[in-house]
C-alpha cells in the first residue's frame, strides 16, 4: 500500500519530476518559479502588463544571468522575484524550491537545522526562508467556515509553574492555541490571550457562519453563551464523564489536528516562541487544508501562496 501511494505521488506527478533538478540547478529553479507563478502568460508585477519579454545577451541570445524580463507597458524591469516572499533575498532559487518542497510534503514539517544542513545555507538564513514560506501558507482558509464544526481548545509548550506538578495548561507558562474545523474540510487556528467565553466567542463569530453551522464542543462552559447563536444548534460531549462520542457528536476531528501540531512542534522544532507560534500553525493549517491533493500539487498551491506578500528580514528572525 505504502509503495502504491509513493508512485502515485512521485513517478506520474510532474511538478515532483522537476523538482530535483530545480533544486540543484538555479536556472532550472528559476524557470520552475516562473512558470507554477505565471504559466504561460508572464505578467509584470508592477503594472499587471502581459506584454513583457525576457531580458537576453545582445550576442549569444542567451537569458541574462539574473534572469530579468522587462515590460512593455510600463519599461519596468523584473524577475519572478518581485512581489513575492522571496524579494530582496539574496537565498538562491534553488534552495527557496527545496524549502518550499520539504515544507509542503512533510507531514510534521521541516526544521531549520535540516535544512541548513542539506543546502549549506547559514542556519539564520533557512530560518528566515522557513518563516517567509509559512507567510506565504498563511491564509489557506479564506471565507468563514461552516456545516459541523469543532471547536477546541489547547496549550503548547512552556513548563509547569512548580516542580512536581503536570498542569495542563492553566496555571502553566503554555500558550492557549484555539481552533476551529468543518468535518471533512479546512481548519483555521488562533493563538489567544486566554480561553475565556469572551475570548472565544468573538473568534468564533469571526470564522464560523452561524446561519449554515453546527458547533461541536466538550463541556467547557465558555461556549454555552455563543452556542446558543448557532442555527442548527450547539452539541457537546462530557469528557469529564469517559463520554466521547455520543452519536455524531464528537471533537475527534480537532483533537486528531492537535495531536499532529503537537507531534510536529515537540518532535521537529523542540522550541517555539509564543512570538512566531502563529507561523508555525499556518503551516500545520496550509497542509491539512491542502491534505487531499498530491504532493506536486501542494507545493505548488504553497509557491503561488507567496506571490504579493512581503515580509521584512527583521520580522520574523527577531527573538526566533
Not at 506527478?13 to 524557470?31: H, N, R, T
Not at 507567510?135 to 482558509?141: K, L, N, Q, R, T
Not at 489547547?154 to 516542580?163: A, D, E, F, Q
Amino acid at each position: 500500500m505504502g509503495k502504491k501511494v509513493q508512485n502515485r505521488s512521485t513517478k506520474n506527478d510532474p511538478v515532483i519530476q522537476e523538482l530535483p533538478l530545480a533544486c540543484a540547478d538555479e536556472a532550472a529553479a528559476v524557470e520552475f518559479l516562473e512558470k507554477q507563478r505565471w504559466g504561460d502568460h508572464p505578467a509584470c508585477p508592477h503594472c499587471g502588463d502581459t506584454s513583457v519579454y525576457q531580458m537576453k545577451d545582445s550576442k549569444t541570445e542567451e537569458r541574462q544571468a539574473n534572469f530579468r524580463w522587462r515590460c512593455n507597458g510600463c519599461k519596468s524591469q523584473f524577475t519572478v522575484r518581485k512581489g513575492t516572499v522571496f524579494e530582496d533575498s539574496r537565498i538562491p532559487l534553488r534552495h527557496w524550491c527545496y524549502g518550499f518542497w520539504r515544507a509542503s510534503t512533510s507531514k510534521k514539517g521541516v526544521s531549520a537545522l535540516e535544512i541548513h544542513r542539506h543546502t549549506g545555507i547559514s542556519y539564520k538564513s533557512a530560518l528566515f526562508l522557513l518563516h517567509r514560506i509559512r507567510f506565504a501558507m498563511s491564509d489557506s482558509a479564506p471565507g468563514p467556515l461552516s456545516g459541523d464544526v469543532e471547536v477546541d481548545e489547547t496549550y503548547v509548550g512552556g513548563k509547569p509553574r512548580y516542580k512536581g506538578q503536570s498542569k495542563p495548561g492553566r496555571g502553566t507558562n503554555k500558550q492557549a492555541v484555539m481552533a476551529m474545523v468543518e468535518r471533512k474540510g479546512r481548519v483555521r487556528t488562533k493563538v489567544i490571550a486566554n480561553v475565556t467565553a469572551k475570548t472565544l466567542s468573538k473568534e468564533i463569530r469571526k470564522n464560523i457562519d452561524p446561519e449554515a453551522s453546527r458547533l461541536l464542543t466538550d463541556e467547557n462552559q465558555a461556549y454555552r453563551g455563543i452556542g446558543a447563536e448557532f442555527k442548527n444548534g450547539h452539541a457537546a460531549v462530557h469528557h469529564a464523564r469517559k463520554e466521547y462520542v455520543r452519536g455524531d457528536v464528537h471533537s475527534n476531528t480537532i483533537e486528531g489536528f492537535f495531536s499532529i501540531v503537537k507531534r510536529g512542534l515537540n518532535g521537529i522544532y523542540h522550541s517555539v516562541s509564543k512570538e512566531h507560534l502563529h507561523r508555525y500553525l499556518s503551516e500545520y493549517e496550509f497542509r491539512y487544508n491542502y491534505r487531499h491533493l498530491e504532493d506536486g500539487d501542494r507545493t505548488v498551491a504553497a509557491i503561488r501562496g507567496a506571490d504579493g506578500k512581503r515580509l521584512l528580514y527583521r520580522e520574523p528572525v527577531k527573538s526566533a
